[in-house]
C-alpha cells in the first residue's frame, strides 16, 4: 500500500494546544512520525529576568494552564531558599494542599481527554463534571479557577477559615466516591481496555535513556516520585504511597492517573487534618542576596525543575524552566510506529501533554 | 395522480420522514445528553442547525468535483426517502410489494457508497481516509446484517416487509423468537448509521470528520439530513422486522404502540453511543467475521429448524 503522509496539527480536533507533527501512513498502519514545536513560545524565562522576583510569580503562573501552582511553588520554594528564610507551617501546608488539588483537577481533565479520544464521551462529561468540585474548593479559596495567584515568596496569600475548611472537606467526600466509579470504569470497562492495553507500550530502559518523570514513567515500573524521594515540607512528614504498574502501555497510564487521583486525594484529607495553626507568609525582602539554587516539585506530570541565579538585585539573573511534557514528548517518535492509525489519539493522550509547558 | 403525489412528498415520502429525521436527532441529542449529565438542545435546534448550514458560505477545495460533490448527498437523500416508501408506518402501506425488504437493503447502502465517493471526489487528505474506513466498515458490518434480516422473511415466508409485519399478528412478535438476530440488527444499523459507538469513518480526533472533512454549507447540511433520514428508515425497518405488535387492528392503537417503539429504539442507539468506546477498524473487522457473522448465521439456521 502506498506511503503517504497525515499532518497533525498545528490545529486538529486532536489537539487542545498546537503542536505539529507529520506521521506516515499506509492504508491504517503508522509507519512513523516527526515532530515540531515551538508554536506557543513566549520566552518566559527571558521575561522573567526582566522582573522583580515579585513581578515573576505572577508571570511564571502563565506558564501552564493546568499545572500553575506547582511552577509558582517551585519558583518561590528557589527565591526563599536564596533568601534563606522559612514558610510557616501553615502556609507550607496550604501549598501542599493546593498542588494536591492541582493534581486532582489534571488527571481528572486527563482522563476526560483520552475518553474523548476513544469516542467515550460520556466518561469525558462525568469526569470534566467531577473535576469542577476541585476547580470549586480552589476558586474557593484563592478566588482563581486555573490562577490562583496562590504563592507570594515567603508563604501563601490566603489563609483557610473554618467555613472553607469544611467545603474542602465535603468536596473531597465527593470527589472520592466520584474517583472509585472512574476507577470502576477504567478497570472494567471492556471497549476501553481494548482501546488501550497494548498500546505502544514503553520498557523501563526506553524510559530511562529519554529521561521521561512522572506518571508515565511510573506506568512503565520506574518508581520515582519527588514528593518522596526529594520532598520539600510538608511533603517529608507525609507517607506518600507511590503507585507503579510494570505494562508500560496506555492502559497502565490511564490506571496510575486515576489512582493517583485516589491518592492526592487522601493526602488531602490528611493535610488538612493536621494543618497547624498560626501564620500563613513571612515578610521576604526585595533583593535576593547573590547565588543560584535548583528546586523540585512533583507536577502532576512529573518533574518540574528551576534553577535560578541571582546577581543581588532584584531581578533574576537567569532562571531555567524544565518541564516534563519536553522529556516525553521525545519519547513520542519511538512510540509512533508500528500501531493503528486509530492509536495515535491515545498515544498522544497517554502521555498528557502539556504544550504551554514544554514550550513556555 | 394527486395521492400518488401526496404519498411520495407528505406521507409517508418526503415531509414525513424529514420531521421524522429532525424529532429523532432532538431525541437523540436530548437522551444523550441527559446521559452525560448535561442539559441538551431545545427541540427545534435540528431545525436551526440545517437552516444555519443552509446559509453558510460553500466552500470546497480546489480541485474537488462540486457537481459530484453537490450530487452524492441529493442521490443518497432519494436513496433513503425511497426505501423509507416501502416500509409500512403503522400498518399504512401504499406501495408494499413482494421483494421489497431487498430492494431496501440495497436503497440503504446508497449512502455509503456515496459517502466513500463524497471522500475521494472532494480531495481532503482526511476524507480520502474517511472514505477507505467506511468501505472497510461497510464489508463489516453489512453481511452480517443481511444474514440476520433474512430470519424474519424466512420466518414469514415472505419478502416484503408488510408481509413479514402483519404476519407477526398471528405468530407473535418475531424479537421473542430471535432477540439474537435483533442484537445483531442493531449492532448492524449502528454501523451503517455510522454513530458511535461505530463512527470509525468519522472519528474526529483520528480522521478529523472523515469524508465529510471538506464539506460545508448545504452540502453538509444534506449530509446531515441523509445520516437521521436513514436513521428514521432503519429505526422503522426493525421495528416492522422484529416488534411486529404495530399491526394491531384497532387503528389509533396501532400509531401508538408503533411510537413507544420506535422511541425505544432511539433509546437503544442513544444508550449504545453513550454507553460504548469507540473500536479500532481492525477490531470491527474481527467483530463483524468472527463474531457477528457466525452468530447471524446461527440465528438463521436455527430460525429455519424451527420453521422445518
Known amino acids: 500500500m502506498d506511503k503517504i503522509s497525515i499532518p497533525i496539527g498545528p490545529h486538529h480536533p486532536l489537539l487542545k494546544?498546537?503542536?505539529?507533527?507529520r506521521i506516515d501512513i499506509a492504508g491504517e498502519r503508522v509507519l512513523g512520525g516527526t515532530l515540531r514545536l515551538g508554536y506557543v513560545h513566549r520566552g518566559i524565562e527571558k521575561m522573567a529576568t526582566q522582573r522583580t522576583y515579585v513581578q515573576d510569580v505572577h508571570l511564571i503562573e502563565r506558564i501552564c494552564g493546568i499545572c500553575s501552582h506547582v511552577h509558582t511553588t517551585t519558583f518561590c520554594l528557589a527565591v526563599e531558599k536564596l533568601l534563606g528564610i522559612e514558610v510557616p507551617p501553615r502556609g507550607q501546608y496550604i501549598r501542599a494542599m493546593m498542588c494536591e488539588l492541582e493534581r486532582v483537577h489534571s488527571h481528572l481533565l486527563w482522563l476526560g481527554i483520552l475518553a474523548k479520544h476513544v469516542g467515550l464521551e460520556t466518561v469525558f462529561m462525568h469526569a470534566w463534571h467531577d473535576r469542577e468540585l476541585a476547580l470549586d474548593i480552589m476558586e474557593g479559596v484563592s478566588g482563581g479557577r486555573v490562577s490562583h495567584a496562590a504563592n507570594q515568596i515567603g508563604g501563601v496569600r490566603f489563609d483557610l477559615s473554618p467555613e472553607q475548611v469544611a467545603m474542602i472537606k465535603e468536596n473531597v467526600e465527593k470527589l472520592k466516591a466520584q474517583v472509585s466509579g472512574v476507577l470502576d470504569v477504567i478497570e472494567n470497562e471492556p471497549a476501553l481496555r481494548a482501546r488501550t492495553q497494548g498500546v505502544a507500550p514503553v520498557s523501563a530502559d526506553l524510559i530511562r535513556d529519554y529521561c521521561v518523570v512522572g506518571p508515565v514513567a511510573r506506568a512503565s515500573g520506574i518508581d520515582v516520585d519527588l514528593r518522596r524521594d526529594d520532598p520539600w515540607p510538608p511533603y517529608d512528614q507525609l507517607d506518600v504511597n507511590v503507585i507503579t504498574r510494570p505494562e508500560g502501555d496506555a492502559w497502565a497510564r490511564t490506571l496510575i492517573r486515576a489512582l493517583e487521583t485516589r491518592e492526592s486525594l487522601r493526602l488531602c484529607e490528611i493535610l488538612l487534618s493536621q494543618m497547624p495553626v498560626g501564620p500563613v507568609t513571612v515578610r521576604a525582602p526585595r533583593k535576593v542576596p547573590e547565588g543560584e539554587v535548583v528546586t523540585r516539585s512533583e507536577a502532576p506530570r512529573g518533574e518540574v525543575l528551576y534553577y535560578l541565579r541571582s546577581d543581588g538585585s532584584d531581578k533574576p539573573a537567569r532562571l531555567k524552566v524544565r518541564t516534563p511534557t519536553l522529556a516525553v514528548l521525545s519519547l513520542l517518535p519511538e512510540q509512533l510506529s508500528k500501531i493503528h492509525v486509530a492509536d495515535i489519539p491515545v498515544v498522544l493522550a497517554g502521555i498528557d501533554l502539556c504544550i504551554a509547558c514544554a514550550d513556555r | 395522480m394527486i395521492r400518488g403525489l401526496f404519498y411520495l412528498l407528505i406521507f409517508p415520502g418526503l415531509a414525513f420522514q424529514v420531521v421524522c429525521g429532525f424529532a429523532f436527532e432532538w431525541i437523540d441529542r436530548k437522551l444523550l445528553a441527559r446521559f452525560q449529565r448535561r442539559i441538551g438542545p431545545p427541540w427545534y435546534q435540528p431545525l436551526a442547525d440545517l437552516i444555519k448550514l443552509f446559509s453558510k458560505e460553500d466552500l470546497l477545495p480546489l480541485g474537488a468535483y462540486d457537481f459530484v460533490d453537490l450530487m452524492l448527498p441529493l442521490i443518497s437523500l432519494s436513496a433513503v426517502l425511497t426505501a423509507g416508501l416501502y416500509i409500512p408506518i403503522a400498518r399504512f402501506t401504499p406501495f408494499s410489494f413482494e421483494g421489497d425488504l431487498i430492494v431496501i437493503q440495497f436503497l440503504m447502502s446508497v449512502p455509503t457508497l456515496a459517502y466513500y465517493l463524497a471522500g475521494?471526489?472532494?480531495?481532503?487528505?482526511?476524507?480520502?481516509?474517511?472514505?477507505?474506513?467506511s468501505l472497510l466498515q461497510y464489508f463489516s458490518y453489512e453481511v452480517p446484517l443481511l444474514i440476520t434480516i433474512s430470519g424474519p422473511a424466512v420466518m414469514a415466508g415472505s419478502w416484503s416487509v408488510a408481509e413479514i409485519s402483519s404476519s407477526q399478528l398471528t405468530m407473535g412478535p418475531f424479537i421473542i423468537f430471535q432477540p439474537l438476530?435483533?442484537?445483531?440488527?442493531?449492532?448492524?444499523?449502528?454501523?451503517?448509521?455510522?454513530?458511535?459507538?461505530?463512527?470509525?469513518?468519522?472519528?474526529?480526533?483520528?480522521?478529523?470528520?472523515?469524508?465529510?472533512?471538506?464539506?460545508?454549507?448545504?452540502?453538509?447540511?444534506?449530509?446531515?439530513?441523509?445520516?437521521?433520514?436513514?436513521?428514521?428508515?432503519?429505526?422503522f425497518l426493525l421495528v416492522n422486522l422484529y416488534m411486529g405488535w404495530s399491526n394491531l387492528t384497532f387503528p389509533f392503537a396501532a400509531i401508538l404502540v408503533f411510537l413507544v417503539e420506535c422511541l425505544l429504539m432511539v433509546l437503544i442507539l442513544s444508550g449504545a453511543s453513550a454507553v460504548f468506546a469507540r473500536l479500532r477498524i481492525d477490531q470491527l473487522a474481527g467483530l463483524g467475521w468472527r463474531i457477528l457473522v457466525p452468530l447471524a448465521l446461527l440465528q438463521l439456521g436455527f430460525v429455519i429448524l424451527m420453521g422445518v
Request: cysteine-free; aromatic content about 6%.
Open chain 2, 181 to 235: 438476530g435483533f442484537i445483531l440488527a442493531v449492532v448492524g444499523l449502528i454501523g451503517k448509521l455510522k454513530r458511535d459507538p461505530l463512527d470509525i469513518p468519522s472519528a474526529s480526533s483520528e480522521v478529523v470528520g472523515g469524508s465529510l472533512t471538506e464539506f460545508s454549507g448545504a452540502k453538509l447540511g444534506f449530509w446531515h439530513l441523509v445520516m437521521n433520514v436513514q436513521a428514521v428508515v432503519g429505526i
Open chain 1, 17 to 21: 494546544e498546537p503542536l505539529s507533527m
Open chain 2, 120 to 133: 475521494i471526489a472532494s480531495v481532503g487528505i482526511y476524507s480520502i481516509l474517511g472514505g477507505g474506513r
